[in-house]
């Protein structure tokens, strides 16, 4: 069915997407919040990873080939295999911070990758233990027992990985208002000056540096948990790389300007996927060579452009009285109402791409007319660039103010040629629910003054009936 593969195709962006969005807010602690610069990113992911899996195969461990695995596979179980991975993490980060962390920062990127290559190399070689190049693998899910495996299973871990995510981010902005983040921030600007004030700046480090290796190890059970199997190139000095390139690219120190960089970084890699079967045969075997140039070109363009990234981090956070007013989040400048005709438009906007996605594949697959095939292929571009707008809205982000009336404009455009196309009902009434979203949105930009719209009828202030002064 439609609905199925809409699904299946959408937990292929949104789990990475989501896992990545985590492993970067785990950095963003220790890097954007604190300035540790940490190079084995990848070493405490796979330590997750593969503690994890060690702990959940117990019941489906081969003899030959696992023999140090235990541990029950029920839900239970699996969460326990999960905070002991986190657990696990954060103590071997803390063992590797303690003797290097008294000394200059540049030993703590030497010695953590050091330990990056060490633990790829154990994982690699103790096959016995972790499998090798023969990969990990029978690796459960939480709901393994209740969900089937297929869209569903996907549909299921996606809500979770989600959830969990945006638990996460919460947390991250509580710690970032708290006198604990405000902490980090000064022993990250002048950790003399810091010193001086009383902080205990190796105290701070410690745990801002153990926290984030503790969520990195959380980022590999929940990768192993959803690939179900899983190997040690996995986890090359590359996903190091690739961590701090989200960082970069949302805005160190932002939390929620890391979230919104990990899905604009996944969204190259899961287009450029999408593209490959309609490419010549010779240039689809180097896209993924051409993705990854389009990247280095977006950080370069990034750096030059805004060097803070997208979301810069907010310099001043005010203090108040109240612990449960430092514990809720600044509020919105406009209604939350208009917050949520955002989200809809960024819903509608996200499965109307990937829809349309699946009607391009249909049409490839069967042969189209090439204005029907423009046509959805336009609407699909359009589709994104709304999806990634209603998310700037959502977050806050000045430029929509410039360019959101004119994506929603050229969306509600769109959707009206997409009700003349002859379709299914059911997607016809989804572009109708897509045009109301889209028209909401438009409704927002004229109440909030970005969009100027000239009413004949109404009169200068001050005027009189007759037109006179």
């Given at each position: 069915?439609?609905?199925?593969?809409?699904?299946?195709?959408?937990?292929?962006?949104?789990?990475?997407?989501?896992?990545?969005?985590?492993?970067?807010?785990?950095?963003?602690?220790?890097?954007?919040?604190?300035?540790?610069?940490?190079?084995?990113?990848?070493?405490?992911?796979?330590?997750?990873?593969?503690?994890?899996?060690?702990?959940?195969?117990?019941?489906?461990?081969i003899p030959d080939l696992y023999w140090f695995h235990w541990g029950p596979s029920e839900p239970w179980g699996i969460v326990a295999a999960a905070f002991g991975a986190m657990v696990f993490a954060g103590v071997l980060g803390a063992i590797v911070a303690v003797p290097t962390l008294r000394l200059r920062a540049d030993y703590l990127a030497i010695a953590t990758l050091a330990l990056a290559e060490i633990v790829r190399l154990i994982l690699k070689n103790e096959?016995?233990?972790?499998?090798?190049?023969?990969?990990?693998?029978?690796?459960?899910?939480?709901?393994?027992?209740?969900?089937?495996?297929?869209?569903?299973?996907?549909?299921?871990?996606?809500?979770?990985?989600?959830?969990?995510?945006?638990?996460?981010?919460?947390?991250?902005?509580?710690?970032?208002?708290?006198?604990?983040?405000?902490?980090?921030?000064?022993?990250?600007?002048?950790?003399?000056?810091?010193?001086?004030?009383?902080?205990?700046?190796?105290?701070?480090?410690?745990?801002?540096?153990?926290?984030?290796?503790?969520?990195?190890?959380?980022?590999?059970?929940?990768?192993?948990?959803?690939?179900?199997?899983?190997?040690?190139?996995?986890?090359?000095?590359?996903?190091?790389?690739?961590?701090?390139?989200?960082?970069?690219?949302?805005?160190?120190?932002?939390?929620?300007?890391?979230?919104?960089?990990?899905?604009?970084?996944?969204?190259?890699?899961?287009?450029?996927?999408?593209?490959?079967?309609?490419?010549?045969?010779?240039?689809?075997?180097?896209?993924?060579?051409?993705?990854?140039?389009?990247?280095?070109?977006?950080?370069?363009?990034?750096?030059?452009?805004?060097?803070?990234?997208?979301?810069?981090e907010t310099r001043f956070v005010p203090r108040t009285a109240s612990a449960w007013r430092r514990l809720r989040l600044r509020p919105p400048p406009f209604p939350f109402q208009w917050y949520g005709l955002a989200v809809a438009w960024f819903a509608f906007s996200g499965v109307g791409a990937t829809l349309l996605a699946v009607g391009i594949h249909s049409r490839a697959a069967f042969g189209t007319p090439a204005l029907g095939a423009a046509v959805f292929g336009?609407?699909?571009?359009?589709?994104?660039?709304?999806?990634?707008?209603?998310?700037?809205?959502?977050?806050?982000?000045?430029?929509?103010?410039?360019?959101?009336?004119?994506?929603?404009?050229?969306?509600?455009?769109?959707?009206?040629?997409?009700?003349?196309?002859?379709?299914?009902?059911?997607?016809?009434?989804?572009?109708?629910?897509?045009?109301?979203?889209?028209?909401?949105?438009?409704?927002?930009?004229?109440?909030?003054?970005?969009?100027?719209?000239?009413?004949?009828?109404?009169?200068?202030?001050?005027?009189?009936?007759?037109?006179?002064?």
């Open positions: 069915m439609v609905y199925e593969y809409v699904i299946l195709q959408l937990s292929t962006f949104v789990v990475p997407a989501t896992l990545l969005a985590i492993l970067a807010l785990a950095l963003n602690l220790q890097w954007g919040q604190t300035g540790l610069f940490n190079a084995g990113v990848a070493a405490f992911a796979g330590v997750g990873a593969y503690f994890f899996g060690m702990l959940v195969t117990g019941s489906f461990a096959r016995g233990l972790t499998g090798g190049d023969q990969t990990l693998a029978f690796i459960p899910r939480p709901l393994d027992g209740l969900v089937p495996r297929g869209w569903s299973a996907d549909g299921v871990f996606m809500l979770f990985a989600v959830g969990l995510m945006l638990g996460l981010l919460l947390l991250m902005e509580f710690l970032t208002r708290s006198p604990w983040g405000r902490a980090l921030k000064a022993v990250r600007e002048d950790e003399e000056a810091a010193t001086a004030l009383g902080k205990n700046a190796f105290v701070l480090k410690i745990g801002a540096f153990s926290m984030g290796c503790a969520f990195m190890g959380m980022y590999g059970a929940l990768l192993a948990s959803f690939q179900g199997v899983i190997v040690p190139d996995q986890f090359a000095p590359f996903t190091t790389f690739i961590a701090y390139v989200v960082v970069i690219l949302g805005g160190s120190g932002n939390p929620r300007g890391v979230v919104l960089g990990a899905y604009v970084f996944s969204l190259f890699g899961w287009t450029t996927q999408q593209l490959r079967a309609y490419l010549p045969e010779g240039f689809a075997l180097r896209i993924d060579f051409v993705n990854q140039i389009v990247i280095g070109v977006l950080l370069v363009v990034v750096i030059l452009w805004r060097p803070d990234g997208i979301m810069p336009i609407a699909f571009v359009v589709a994104l660039v709304a999806a990634v707008t209603a998310l700037g809205f959502t977050f806050g982000q000045g430029w929509v103010r410039r360019f959101g009336p004119a994506v929603a404009l050229i969306d509600v455009a769109v959707m009206l040629v997409l009700l003349l196309q002859p379709s299914d009902p059911t997607v016809s009434d989804f572009v109708l629910l897509r045009l109301f979203a889209a028209l909401g949105v438009l409704y927002v930009f004229v109440r909030a003054g970005v969009l100027r719209v000239p009413v004949p009828w109404a009169r200068a202030r001050g005027s009189a009936p007759g037109g006179g002064p």
